[in-house]
């Protein structure tokens, strides 16, 4: 039997994702949902007259920590699709009821072991070249304050890299574009410093 993660198919999701979804049917009153133009863009409407609901399809909110020591930033490689064995920050989605924050402290606790505190916040990303689902990632600076290193949850294995040593094979171009506006602020000068 193959694992789960060899069925994946990228395509596959990327299409649905970009066929709404895969909405078909109206989930308040079961009547089909059409293809109608509202607000300048395409959207999936319920063919009701009494019922009238709208499939707003929009980006799923996720969150993440930069976490840089001795000039080295923490990654984690993949352990799931989409991009198994790629590497990326210690990142995931939130749940219904967390805060932003909530989750960048404890998607990297899950997937590195570590407690941090957060320090600052850094950026908003957005991506579009997850086949799941349109991102927006919330991007937060921390320190370690605790935990032991190791790769758990979502990751086959989590290191820190120097900056001119970051791996050819980044998962998402969003956390590419983290990193390189993290080396640009921060490192690119003597003077500067993520609390400056």
């Known amino acids: 039997m193959k694992p789960k993660h060899e069925n994946f198919d990228a395509g596959k999701v990327s299409e649905r994702k970009d066929d709404f979804c895969g909405y078909r049917f109206c989930p308040l009153c079961g009547n089909p949902l059409v293809l109608k ?8 409407i319920c063919d009701s007259p009494e019922c009238g609901f709208i499939y707003y399809q929009n980006p799923v909110p996720a969150a ?3 976490i840089v020591e001795n000039d080295r930033v923490l990654l984690v490689k993949r ?10 920050l210690p990142a995931g989605f939130m749940e219904w009821s967390e805060h932003p924050s909530d ?3 404890r998607e990297l606790e899950e997937e590195t072991g570590l407690k941090v505190r957060l320090t600052g ?9 997850d086949p799941r689902v349109n991102a927006v990632l919330l991007l937060y600076l921390a320190d370690v304050i605790g935990g032991r290193l190791q790769a758990s949850d979502d990751a ?3 290191k820190f890299f120097g900056f001119d040593e970051i ?5 998402f171009e969003s956390h ?9 602020r921060f490192r690119s000068s003597p003077n500067s410093s993520p609390s400056s």
């Open 121 to 129: 916040f850094f950026e908003v990303y957005t991506g579009k070249d």
């Open 37 to 44: 133009h509202l607000d300048g863009l395409p959207r999936k």
């Open 156 to 158: 086959l294995e989590v």
């Open 176 to 184: 590419r574009r983290a990193l390189d506006d993290y080396s640009r």
């Open 167 to 171: 791996p050819d094979k980044i998962a």
């Open 79 to 88: 352990a799931h699709p989409p991009k198994i064995n790629w590497w990326c």
């Open 103 to 105: 989750t960048a402290v």
């Open 64 to 66: 993440a920590a930069i």
